[in-house]
């Protein structure tokens, strides 16, 4: 099979991300209906993370969970 279009796409996720996992398994699965087609898909992966402020030697989660939901909201979960 000759390949007639290449089509090129930018996936921004970050690793620890379950929903970026499900968004790309969907990816995957699209490409899937495509494979007997003259295309030629290319995912160039790009790093995202959720919350970049962290110190590397990470931080406690739940003082991280009052300081962006507030202690009402942290009880309840």
């Known amino acids: 099979m000759t390949i007639n279009r290449i089509v090129k796409i930018d996936f921004t996720s970050d690793v620890i991300c379950p929903w970026c996992l499900i968004g790309l398994r969907r990816l995957e699965k699209a490409l899937e209906s ?30 991280l969970y009052r300081k962006k939901f507030g202690n009402e909201r942290v009880e309840k979960m």
Do not use: C, R, V, Y
């Not at 993370?49 to 003082?63: F, I, M, R, V, Y």
């Open 34 to 63: 495509f494979k007997n087609q003259s295309i030629d898909f290319q995912i160039e992966f790009h790093p995202f993370e959720l919350n970049g402020d962290l110190p590397k030697q990470g931080a406690d989660k739940l003082t």
